[in-house]
Nanobody, 122 residues
Framework: QVQLVESGGGSVQAGGSLRLSCAASIRTFINYAMGWFRQAPGKEREFVAG????????GYADSVKGRFTITKDNAKNTVYLQMNSLKPEDTAVYYC???????????????WGQGTQVTVSS
């Protein structure tokens, strides 16, 4: 059974940084593409960043390009989201997701974590 556990959320002032981690209990983690999504109160869940199975290719939502970086450590079964220059509009619950595939995906993920709260104050 696949489990994804996010950590690293918290409260930060605008302009600050946070690094989210997602530990995956997947035996063949290297075969999985990973992604980060977020959902703000009253809004739909949206794609934030994705990374392919090797970690060599990434994709980002326009709203976070140049500020967020997704990385994948296949030796540690962990994916990270480094978030810099945070803005109040980045406030949301952030979710990690996994799918068995080689590309960078914005949809069609098979497994989801429980989420971690990120709050950015002005």
């Amino acid at each position: 059974q696949v489990q994804l556990v996010e950590s690293g959320g918290g409260s930060v002032q605008a302009g600050g940084s946070l690094r989210l981690s997602c530990a995956a209990s997947i035996r063949t983690f290297i075969n999985y593409a990973m992604g980060w999504f977020r959902q703000a109160p009253g809004k739909e869940r949206e794609f934030v960043a994705g990374i392919n199975w090797t970690g060599a290719r990434t994709g980002y939502a326009d709203s976070v390009k140049g500020r967020f970086t997704i990385t994948k450590d296949n030796a540690k079964n962990t994916v990270y989201l480094q978030m810099n220059s945070l803005k109040p509009e980045d406030t949301a619950v952030y979710y990690c997701a996994a799918t068995a595939g080689s590309g960078v995906f914005t949809t069609q993920y098979d497994y989801w974590g429980q989420g971690t709260q990120v709050t950015v104050s002005s």
